[in-house]
Structure formats: C-alpha cells, structure tokens
C-alpha cells in the first residue's frame, strides 16, 4: 500500500521493509505476487528504479515462492528497467537480469539435488512434439525452460511464450544471456531430455542463421560501416555469436554432433584471406579455445575425421591455421577504410612492408631486436598474448565494443602461433598420457603392446581381451588425429621457423616439432615422424645445404611438395636463405668437392641442439630416421670443426683443412656443451631396447658407408663422425654386447678397416681395437671365463682383421693384441688360438715394424702365458714361432724365434707330465665326437701319442727352418733342433722315433742334400750393409755346404747316441742304409768341407759299440728325484761320451728297466756293418778316381779328407773281418793305392808338406800304413785261410815302395815336385799347381814294413808259392839301379840294407825250395839287381866327400860279403847261370875299371879299392875252395879262377901301356895299388894252386897261369920301387915252371 502511494520517501521505506521481510523469509507465495504487482507498477511509473532492481532481487534469491507467471513477471519488470533512458539504472537492470537468470537456474539444479535419490521413468521427448509439452518438469525446471525458450525466441527477433509484457530487447543482450547459461549450467542441458531439445532445435539454428552475413561477405564488396541487420557482419553480434559457439562446442559437444561440424567448418571459414581482418582476427581467438582443451579435439577427431562421409574437421583447423599464417606473409590483404590510405598495407595480420630498419626500436642510443617473424621482406612482431596453455581472448571479451576494433600488428599471427603451439602440447601430453597409464597398466599383462583406458576402476573389471580392444580402438584415435594435424602443423612450423627472428620464439617452434616427432615415434607413424625430423634437420643446417643432404637420405619424403587437404592448399616452403640472423660459424662442408665455406648462424646451432635434445630423450623411438639426425649431426659437427678422439667422444679440434672454419666466440662456448650432448646422446643408447639399438646402429653403419663413399679417391680429411659414434655406441652397451656385436664389427671390418683412405682406416682399426679391448676388461655377467662363446665372439673380429692388408690396420691389431696380453693374458682360455692366429697371419712381405711387433707379443706369450694357455694350443704356439723363423724381413727376428722353440721345447720337458696328461684327456673327448659323427680323427703324424706329436711338430718346424734361405738362420735352427733331440728326445714314446728318424731327420737330410747341391755358386759380395763375409763363405754353395755339414752331424750324432732305442724298430737297416746314402753323397760331394765332414760322421756312427747288455746297463738311480747323468754306453773313439741328463730317474728307467735289454742278433750286425764297408769303399773308390780332364775347377779331394777316409777302415776292419776276403783286399788296395797318389794343391803345401828334406810322414800316409799293418795283424793271429792275403799285402806295399823312384800319376794330372812348386802365387786367379807329395819317406816307411812282414812271413806257403822274394827283389832294384839318380840318397840305401836282410832270412828259404823250382825265375833277377847296384850307371853327385865315398863303397863291400857268405858257398843249390854271372861281376869288381879321362884328382877318390879288393879275395876263395864236395862247388872254383887269371892279364896289359905312355910322369896312385894288387894276388894264386892236389887243378888254369908269365916280364921296366918289389915276388914262384915240361905234360893229357 505505502508503495501504492507513489511518494518517493514512503515508497523506498516500504521497499526497505519488504526487503528485510524478505530476507527473514516470512512472504507467502500469494504475498509475493502481490508484491510483484506492486513493484510492476512502480516500474511503470518510473519510481526508484534501482531500489525495485535490489528487490526483485533479494525477493528471488533469498527464498523459492515465485513461481510462474509472477516469476516471469519479475523478470520482464528487470528487462524493462535495463532499456530505460537513464544509464545507471540500464547497468544496474543489465546486471540484475544476468543474476535473476543465473538464480532460475540454481533453483533448478537445487531442485534437481533434492529430487536425485527418487529414480523416474524419464518420459521421451518426440522430436516434433509441442514446444509447450513441459509437463512432466518439476516447477523449478518448467520456470528455467519457459525461460530459456523465451530468450531464444527474443533473440531470434520473436515474441516471446512466457515473458509476456517485454517492449523491446537487443540481440546483444539476448546472446549474452544464452551463453552465460549455456556456459554456467551445462548439466541442466545434458541431464533434461526437454532442455537437450531445446538446444537442438532452437539455439543451434538460431546460431546458424545470425552467421549468415559473415559468411556471405567478401571483403570490400561493401564500404558501408553502418550498424544495419542487412548482410554485413557485425562485430558485437559476430563477437558474442562465436563465444555461443565456443561454449557450444565445449559443453555440449556430444549433443550437437553435426551442429558442432557446422559451426567448426563457419569458424574455417572465417579465416579465409578475404574474411574482414577483425572476424579473422576473433575466429583465431575461438580456434585457440579449442586448441587448448586436446580431449575436446580429440573428439573432434573420433566423431569427425574418423568417420567416412563426414567433413574433415579437425584437419582442417590446422590446415586453416597453416593456411592463416602463411597468408599473413605471402598475401597482404587490403586493409578496412581505416587503414586502407596505407599503400596496401594492412593493419589486422600486421605485416608491414619492413623498412630496412624493420624490428629496431632506439632506445636510449641502444639498438634492440624486437621479437618478430620476418619472411621475404614481410616483418610480423610477435606479442605476448597468454601465459601458456589457457586461450584469454582479447577481442572476444570487447563486449562494450560496437565498431570493429583496430587490432595491433602481429596479433593474429600471435594468436595463431600459440594456437599451434598449445595444440601440439595439449595432444602430445593428452596422448602421452594415456599412453603413459596404459604401459603402467599392462606392465603386469604380457602383451608389448599397451592398451588405453580411460578409467583405473574400469580397467580393473575389463578382462584382458577387453583391454586389447580398447587399446586398439584408443590406439586408432591416436593415429587419426596426429594423421590428420601432421601436415598442416608441419606446414606451419617450418614457415614460422624459418622466419623467426627472436630465441624463444624458434626456442617453442622447435619444442613443438620435437614433441610431435616423438610421438609419432611413439605411435610407429613413420612418416609423420620422419617429416618432422628433416624439418629440424633442415633448420640445423645452412640453407641450401639441407636439401642436398637430407633429400638424399631415404625418408625425406617432404621436401616441396604441396599437400592439397580437403581445398585448403598448404604449400610446404623451403626455409629462404636471406634471414637476419647472426652468423656464429664458418667451416667447410662434408662434401666430395667442397664449394667454398658455409655459415651457420645461432638459430642452426639452436636447432641442433633441438636435435640433440630429440635423440638423447627420444632415441628409443626414432627407428629408421635416426640415418636423418645422424647424418645431419654429422654434417654440423664437420662444419663445426669438431674431431673425434679416444673413446669416440667429439672434441673441438682444427680441421685439417686449415683457416677454413672460423667460429665466433659465442659458438666456442656452446662447443664443449655440444660435444658432451653428443657424447651423452650416444651414453644414452644404453638405454634404448635392442630394437631401437639396432636402428641406431644401423644408421651409423650407413652414415660411415656414406662418408666412405665421399673418401674414395682422394686423400682429405674424411669424416669419422659415424665411426667415432659407433665406437661410442658399443662401449656404453658393453652389458649386451651380444646383440649389436656382429653388426658393429662387421660393418668396421669389412668396410672402414679396408677403405683406402688412411685416416678412415685408422679410425675404424682404432674403434674396433678399443671395443675389444673394452670388452673383454667389461665386467660382465657371467663372467667371460664361464661364457666361453661371448670371449670368442669378442676375439673374432681380430682375427678376421688377419684378412685385411693394409699394413696400419695389421699395426694397430698387433698393439691390440699385445694390450689384452699384458691386461687379459692370463684369462684368454679359449681365445688364445685366436689370438695366436693373429700373430700367426703376419706375412713375409708386411714389413718390418708388423713383424717386429707381431714378434714382440710372440715373446711375451712364450715367456709368461705358455702355463695358463690350454695344452691344446701349445702347437699353434710352435707353429707361430717357426713361421717368425721364416720371415726373411729382419734376421734377428728369425734367430731370437729360433731361441723361443728352445725355450718352448725346455717347458714342455719340465711340464711334460700334466700337458701329456691334460692332451690325452683332450684327445679321448675329440675321439668319442669324431666316433659320434662318424669322422675319422684327423691330425698330423696322426699315429702317434698326442704330447709326442707336439714335439714332431716342434722337430718338423725346426727342420723347416734348417733349409731356410739364410745361412745363420740355418745354423741356428740346425743346432737347436738336434739339441732339442738330443735333450729330450727321451721324453717321446719309443714307437715315435720311427717318425723322428724318417719324417723329421731323413725328410731333412734329403732337402739339405738337394738344396747344397743345386746352390748357386757365384761369389756373394757382401753379407747386407757392410758385412764381410769370410772366402770360407762367399757363396751360397759354401754356405749351405756348412748348414749339410751341422744336419749330416747332428744325425749321425743322433744315430750314435740312441743306437739303443732305434735297433729295435722294425726298420733301423733300412733307416742304417739311408743314412750311409746321405754320408756317401756328401762325401762324395765337391766341396771338401762337407765331404770332410761326412767322413766325420761316417766316422761317428762307426764308433758306435754294440748295444748296451744286461752287465753293464745304467742302473735306475735309487732316488728319484736327483737327475742322474748317466752315460749311454761306452763309446769308443775320438767322440766325448754322450752324458744323458734326464729331469726325473724314472725316465731313465723307461729305456733300461721296464723294457727287456736289447740283444740284437749278431747276423743283423753284421750286415750293417757290411753295408757301412760298401758305402766305404764306394766313397773310396769315386772320390779317389781321378778325373778325366782337368782345368781351374776341377775338383780333387782335400788330404784331411783321404786320411779321415782312410782312417776309417782299421774301425770297420773290427767288425767285418770274419768274411773279409781277397776280393775286398784286392778293392782295399785300389783306394789305399788311389788316395795316395792324389796331389795337393800348391797353396795348402806348405801347410800339409813337410819341407822335402825331413823325412817325415803325412798323416795321410800314416793311415795308409795303418790300415795296412791292421790287416796284417789280423791275417796274423787269423784262420789259416786268410794266410792266403800276405802276398796281396806285399803287393801293396812293394807298389808304395816303388814311389820312392817313381811318384805315382795321377789321372792325366801334371804334378810339380814339390821343390819347384809356388807357394805364394802372386796371380790369384792361375790355376792352381798341383804338388806331387814327398813320397820318399812313405816308400821307406812301407819297404820297413816289407822287411819286417817278409821276417815273419817268410816261410809261409802262400808267400813262397806267390814269388813274393822275388817280387822284392824285383822291386829294390829299381833304387839301387838308380842308386845316386835316386830322388833320395836315404832310399838306396835303405834298399840295399833292406835286400841284405831280405836275403838273410829269403835265401835259405829258397836253397830248401830249390828243388820244387818255385824260386828259379828269382835267380835271374836278383843276378841283374847285384850287378845294377855293384855297377851303377849313375854319377855320384860332384859333392860327395871322401868320407862319403868310402862309406858307400863299405856298402859295396857288404853286398860281396853276402855274396861270398851266403851264395857261393851253396853253389850246389842255385843255377849255374847265376853263379856264372856272380863271377863275372866279381872279376868285373875286382878290376879297377875307370876310364882315363879322369883327373888325377877324381881318379884318386872314385876308384873302390876296397871293393876290388873284396871281389877279388871273394874269387881268389872260391877259386880254391879246398874240400870239393860237389861237381857243383868245383865248377865254381874254376870259373873264379879263370876269371881272376884273366882279370890279372887284363890289368898287367893295361899297366905296362900306360907307364909306357907316361913317360917320366909318375902314374896315378890308384893304378899302382891295382898293379901292385895284382902282382901281389899272383903269387898268392901260384901259391895255392901248388898246393891243391893236382888233380883239382884244370888244366887250362895252368895254361892261363904260365901265360901271364910274358906280361909279367914285359913289367920289369916301371920305375916304381913299390911295382919292382911285388914283382919280385911275383916272378918267384914262376922259378917251379922253369923244368922242361914234357913227362908233365903227357901225364896231364893222359
């Protein structure tokens, strides 16, 4: 009532009471449509309007009674207030109907809280049904949808239904309203069937027909700015339309299913180029709603782009952003009125034509860089618009805005970016997220896969199989949406990244392409992922270097290609080269032929360190385009200069090249910074699974296979970015080498380590060695000992590098290897053949420093790890060493390898035990596998016991080294290997020496032999460097001459040694036989070293004695362990006993206690002896025959040679003289007769010679007579059938007798006596003189030896019957024939000495033989040697003294003393021809027969008048040899006497011509002791014949006597008183002839 009154001051206290009456909740339903009534008039008439809005307000929100009309009446009176003409009261009216809405809503949903336990039927709403059917709302809601229908209608320019009384309304208003319900009270939408209609049928096509202007209007088809409905969009209603439209979409999404695509597909369109620039402008501002909320996208997504016939939205928001943002640059849109004086350009997408001070905003003198994008001359600012992630729209909230703002430069562009960049991260995260809790989830299931859900509780009642289908169904929306916003978004950012300008902006550019390409590595999109990669790769590189580079590797599938979706048309751009940006660095590029330098500038580096960042976190998931990121990292770090050191870490280095790469100071900060990522990007694939590994392996081999490729042909400076990472790759995943294992190290093997480019090689040599090294010091679990195939694995690759030739990579695997034997050597086990292999496959032809190295690591094996390698591997160490042996590169190697088998077969002698054990064991388990397979066991010297057949191949590699070209090499291995033998041969089993001696030994003889005698004979200057080589040495044939003469030794040594293990083998004659084959081919050889030596070893095994017996065997010594020396029987001869040292007695034992002694049966001994007598007298015979021509170079054989031959036969003798037979003599005597006569050369006279005076033997010599006084004393104390060879050995010996005179020829040689020889030729290259030897002391010698053996022998059979006295007779008389003409005066002599005794002891013996004639041919001949010797031919030289003379005239003497002792007297028993000729010679004696030209002087020494003498006393004997006992001795009487009658006639005759011719001369003195001689010797005669009994006298000697008579007168005439007395005396006698004769002679007739 109070209010009734209309009085201002009444009315506003009765508003204040009901006010507080209201608020103390006391108003009825009917009061407060009274009140209502009441407030409506006031408001009609204009009273306290704002004191009506306040309790309207108050009335509806403080309790629930209005309902209804009166409801609706309250709110028309609020909405009539908000048009009235007074401003505050408009605001406040505004106001008061936005809470009075807001307030029927909360009824509602209050009314809903309270109603929620009474579960109802929801009756359906027909589609069609009235629009009034709202029965079955409770009231709350029916007053909330009369509400919301009514301002649909109002908006829509209709009458409302329910606010009955409403006067005007604006559509600004109207939409307001809607959206702050539609946004405040979703649920009352989606939870009432009736409201849901509502929306559907009312809102949507409300919304759809306020657009239309917008979407009919082209830009500039109207100039008018007029607020007008006609069809001009107008910014206040297009504003608050699209915010209908956000919320719309936001809430009621799942509704408005198809309203939604329309209203997406309006907002699109909205974008467009020709679209107002302020309704592109809000159209970015909805777009970035949405963009931040990904479930709604996602949405989008599953109803939209996944369905078939429908459009695809959400492919074309990010089309259309892409599209927006590249018109921004590309089209510069003619701006509205306002802004469009300014020469096209526009003020909305804010790109203005930059000026060249574009972006540069003075301040204070300095210059700052605004952020901005800057494109082809096109400069956008960007602007900070929003905190990250939440769309606050700028333009969408200028509610009170009626014209269409001017908006700043740059902000779409802005608004757009931070679109893309919220849209990425909120996908991203959205579905890393799901993806995140599905892995969690399934970690327990054993699907890979994961599978999504939504809801943890949902999760929990799913089964498995459930899961899997919803994993897929999550797994489809996934890819579908990155599927359908990848080329658009990448469109986008590539542009936007090749234009910005500012560090944060590129900074969230490059975030947002690497979070997409990790999740499309994550989703396996292959494509999508590999696109936004090269899109950061690209960014990374200069500009136009990206392309060539990444449009070659095999996923750049995006490079310019234009991507048409659904009509928008996204050109992709290629980044433009003239963006101003700072150049941080200058280098060259990775290219085969580099084209001057590029730069990089700070946004490169920034992008790479982007891509760093992607592979480090995201590697796991790269795949396949991990070849992109590397490659690209590996052009960027080429340009950057950086270069891999150890470890394969990146460090800053110069590049080779030189002043080419220039880096700002800025970039060398960042470089160390950059190398570490690198370095932990590649530590980080540790945690990669081994798939991912896989791909990133893969990508660094095909890197490097490309770099490799660039390297070829030329030699820069490659680069090793690949192999250094790959190196790196493999040490950080040392835990599971396995896996990557074969990939790594083949591709470095076969590809880098073989490359031609050296640096390349070293790098891949280098990062091969490093990871095997690191693996095998790796820790790993097992440990390697237990994983035998993991060390091998990890070894292979070494040993393949033996394949590779290239002599840097063979170093480097040696110092690798030397490495692991100084770290692992102890742990290799089984990889030792391995590592052995490796030293093993270095080759003759690799150069000195690889052998030398490979050399070195041999010595370490052999000195520390021979005990820790297995048994088995013992001969690949053995074969190693032998093949350094044969390197020929540098000696020293050669002869120390040699030292190093010494030193190997020393520690198989002391561990000898446990590897025979541990190698039986080994053998016993190869046997049972080759049973198994059915393979035969193959190994070499198979037979054999295995630790035996490790010393065969020690022996058999030693014996390859005894042939080697080099000759110190030769002499070193020869001495090692028969001392090997020869230590511990031993050792071996007894059946294996049959190997030893035909495998090793003979097999080495044989090539030894054959090599010596085809070597080369030309003379070696020098040794290598500045060597002499001594003449013993100076050619190859001499030099092998020495290595034939070590083998021949070392063997025979062997045969001599261990006589008693090798009889017993089966075949020792046959082995006996071989062996004196090789002795006679050296022997026979021309060379007097070897043949000497081979008389040595003949020698040797000569001495050999039987084997050891039972007696006198070694006994085992009783305590084990002290090494005995024991000697191996006794040996005779020259050679030092061989001492056997063994380490344990037991081994002593083996031979001589557990086996029985070896007795070999006499028969076999003998025929080896046999065979060593024919091999004998075979060398015998071809050395000693003389050659058929000569010149310089034949070859005559030495004298130590011929002496050692000869030597050897008084040895052999021993053994052979049971069957030694005259046929053997006779072959005996040809070579001691043969050796003899050869000659030396006159350059080893002096040292062989005796000067020719000394009368001494050569030792060649003495051996001959020894050889010869041993048979004789065999003969002697032998059988009486061997009696039968005397005459032979004189034989012999009468031939060396015989060289006293006559040296004996050899062949058709010329020989110089020796005293005529040069010694020092000056000529070196004469030929050299052969020297025929002093014979005269050996004739001697042997005529001794005659003298003594005929003492002994003389009466034996065979010596009578074969003439041998006469045979010696025969002999001597060619000396004392010669007598003075003899070489030597010593020889004659000797001869008649020796024919005295000779004739002593042989005469008798011939006198008892006479009657059996065998004697009668001597008789002649010893006639002819008296009278050779007695009257000589020869001169006495002109020197000889008195003395002299007499002394050999006493010899005379002697040889008529035999005669008259020994011959006359048995007149009776010898041949009347002989004594004749003795008497002839006597009365020739006993003349002295000289011719007169002597002088006087002469004359007086050389008559014999002793000898005369002694002839003529001889005759005188026998001419009166008083008792006749025999016709024989008479005869002999006679014929002396008429020879000495007729002696003296000739004398007397002789004398008186004489003195008749002297005149008063006196006559020499000799002639008158001859006459006086006579004189005196004829009356002795008369004196004896008168007292003979007369009838002994002939009668003829009377005759002869009485005629001398005359003569004797005939003398009275010489004046010598001496003459004058004896023939005085001589006369006397005659006195008894004077009676007249007659009766005398009548009784001697009668």
Known sequence: MGCGTKEPKITQLCLAAIQRLMSHEVVSETAAGNIINMLWQLMENSLEELKLLQTVLVLLTTNTVVHDEALSKAIVLCFRLHFTKDNITNNTAAATVRQVVTVVFERMVAEDERHRDIIEQPVLVQGNSNRRSVSTLKPCAKDAYMLFQDLCQLVNADAPYWLVGMTEMTRTFGLELLESVLNDFPQVFLQHQEFSFLLKERVCPLVIKLFSPNIKFRQGSSTSSSPAPVEKPYFPICMRLLRVVSVLIKQFYSLLVTECEIFLSLLVKFLDADKPQWLRAVAVESIHRFCVQPQLLRSFCQS????????????????????????????????????????????????VSAPANSGMVGIGGGVTLLPAFEYRGTWIPILTITVQGSAKATYLEMLDKVEPPTIPEGYAMSVAFHCLLDLVRGITSMIEGELGELETECQTTTEEGSSPTQSTEQQDLQSTSDQMDKEIVSRAVWEEMVNACWCGLLAALSLLLDASTDEAATENILKAELTMAALCGRLGLVTSRDAFITAICKGSLPPHYALTVLNTTTAATLSNKSYSVQGQSVMMISPSSESHQQVVAVGQPLAVQPQGTVMLTSKNIQCMRTLLNLAHCHGAVLGTSWQLVLATLQHLVWILGLKPSSGGALKPGRAVEGPSTVLTTAVMTDLPVISNILSRLFESSQYLDD?????????????????????????????????????????????????????????????????????????????????????????????????????????????????????????????????????????????????????????????ESLIRTAFQCLQLVVTDFLPTMPCTCLQIVVDVAGSFGLHNQELNISLT?????????????????????????????????????????????????????????????LGELCVDPRPAVRKSAGQTLFSTIGAHGTLLQHSTWHTVIWKVLFHLLDRVRESSTTADKEKIESGGGNILIHHSRDTAEKQWAETWVLTLAGV????????????????????????????????LSKNNEVSLAALKSFQEILQIVSPVRDSDKPETPPVVN?????????????????????????????????????????????????????????IGSESTKPPITFDKLTFIPSQPFLTALIQIFPALYQHIKTGFNMDDLQKLGVILHSAISVPISSDASPFILPSYTEAVLTSLQEAVLTALDVLQKAICVGPENMQIMYPAIFDQLLAFVEFSCKPPQYGQLETKHIANAKYNQIQ?????????????????????????????????????????????????????SLKYSCPSESTWKLAVSSLLRVLSIGLPVARQHASSGKFDSMWPELANTFEDFLFTKSIPPDNLSIQEFQRNENIDVEVVQLISNEILPYANFIPKEFVGQIMTMLNKGSIHSQSSSFTEAEIDIRLREEFSKMCFETLLQFSFSNKVTTPQEGYISRMALSVLLKRSQDVLHRYIEDERLSGKCPLPRQQVTEIIFVLKAVSTLIDSLKKTQPENVDGNTWAQVIALYPTLVECITCSSSEVCSALKEALVPFKDFMQPPASRVQNGES
């Not at 030292?899 to 016993?924: H, M, P, V």
């Not at 025979?1052 to 006589?1059: G, P, Q």
């Not at 061989?1138 to 006499?1162: A, H, M, N, Q, W």
Request: net charge neutral; proline share 6%; charged share 20%.
């Open 304 to 351: 939209y782009d996944m369905k078939q016939h429908s459009t695809k939205v959400f492919r074309d928001i990010v089309n259309a952003l892409g599209s927006f943002i590249q018109s921004l640059f590309l089209v510069p849109p003619t701006g509205n009125p306002a802004t469009s004086n300014q020469a096209g350009n526009n003020n909305l997408g804010g790109s």
């Open 1324 to 1376: 070196l290259f004469a030929p050299a003189e052969w020297v025929a030897l002093n014979y005269v002391p050996f004739a001697e010698r042997s005529l001794e030896v005659v003298v003594d053996l005929y003492q002994k022998t003389a009466c034996h059979k065979a010596v009578v019957n074969e003439k041998v006295l006469q045979n010696i007779i025969k002999t001597l008389r060619v000396p004392l």
């Open 897 to 957: 390898s040699i030292g190093l088998l010494w030193n190997i077969s020393d520690y198989f002698f002391q561990r000898g035990e446990t590897i025979e054990k541990e190698l039986n064991k080994e053998e016993a388990a190869q046997q049972k596998q080759a049973e198994e397979k059915g393979v035969v066991l193959n190994r070499p010297f198979h037979p054999a016991p295995p630790f035996d057949c490790l010393w065969l191949c020690l022996y058999a590699k």
């Open 1122 to 1178: 002290v090494p005995v020396p024991v000697l191996i029987g006794p040996i005779s001869g020259m050679s030092r006993p061989f001492v056997r040292t063994d380490s344990i007695g037991e081994k002593l034992g083996r031979y001589s206690s557990s086996e029985p002694p070896i007795v070999t049966d006499e028969l076999e001994d003998l025929n080896l002896w046999w065979a060593a007598w024919n091999t004998w007298y075979r």
């Open 691 to 847: 798939v991912s590994l896989h791909h990133l392996i893969n990508a660094l081999c095909s890197l490097s296979l490309e770099a490799m490729d660039m390297a070829y042909g030329n030699n820069k400076e490659p680069s090793l970015f690949a192999v250094a990472k790959l190196l790196e790759t493999g040490l950080v995943n040392m835990h599971r080498i396995e896996i990557l294992w074969r990939p790594l190290t083949g591709h470095l093997l076969e590809k880098v380590c073989q490359h031609p480019n050296s640096r390349m090689r070293e790098w891949g040599a280098e990062a091969l060695t490093s990871l095997i090294k690191a693996g095998l010091t790796f820790n790993h679990d097992p440990p390697l000992s237990q994983n035998q195939r993991l060390q091998l694995l990890l070894l292979n690759p070494l040993k393949e590098m033996s394949n590779i030739n290239h002599p840097d990579i063979r170093l480097k695997q040696l110092e690798c290897v030397l490495q692991i034997l100084q770290s692992q050597g102890d742990s290799l086990g089984p990889g030792w053949p391995l590592v052995l292999g490796v030293m093993g496959a270095i080759r003759n032809d690799q150069g």
């Open 1052 to 1083: 025979a040594r062997i045969f001599n040694t261990r006589r008693y293990l090798l009889q017993p083998l089966g075949d020792f004659s046959r082995a006996w036989d071989v062996l004196l084959d090789h002795i006679q081919s050296a022997a």
